[in-house]
């Protein structure tokens, strides 16, 4: 790894060399800082759908609590992808107490992660909730799913390039 960054770092004015180092320890320690958050909302989802299967009455809700995390874990797919359908069905057979349990542990999950989720993950990665937020929306409606890890990323750049004096950008209106 030293030699790899070194070899980078041969590429760059040699002024610039050590800001350019600080810019990437920065986005390496955001990088971590990005797969602890993941970590800590995987752990909020699973703690929520094991509480909300044990009142709803189901049977395993370790293993489907687990199943529900996996799941939202996987690009596209969502806690949705297991509870809307799962709802469905138990509506479908008559089971309504269940189905409509279902659809408000989805509902739940969905709400309480919004809500924490630009928090969370702007203290890990060390930019604020509403550019956290700002950069998953428009790095999305760009990129598509890729930009949701990738918009942070630029702007985790860019904070760490202003910070070290790399970008310098004087407006005056």
Known sequence: MPTMMASFLSIFAEESRSQVAQVMENLRKSIFGFLRA??????????????GLLIIGTGYPLAIALLIVV????PILGTGSVLVPWAAYMML???TYTGIGLILLFLVITVVRRIVEPKVLGDAVGIGALPALISLYVGFELVGLVG????????????????VGLINLKIKL
Do not use: E, N, W
């Not at 993941?38 to 509480?51: G, K, R």
């Not at 799941?71 to 996987?74: F, G, K, Q, S, T």
């Not at 949701?148 to 910070?163: N, S």
């Open 71 to 74: 799941v939202d874990i996987l």
């Open 93 to 95: 057979t008559g089971d």
């Open 38 to 51: 993941q970590f800590v909302l995987s752990l909020m989802t699973y703690v929520i759908s094991f509480v």
């Open 148 to 163: 949701v890890f990738l918009g942070p990323v630029v702007v985790i750049v860019y904070m760490a390039a202003r910070k």
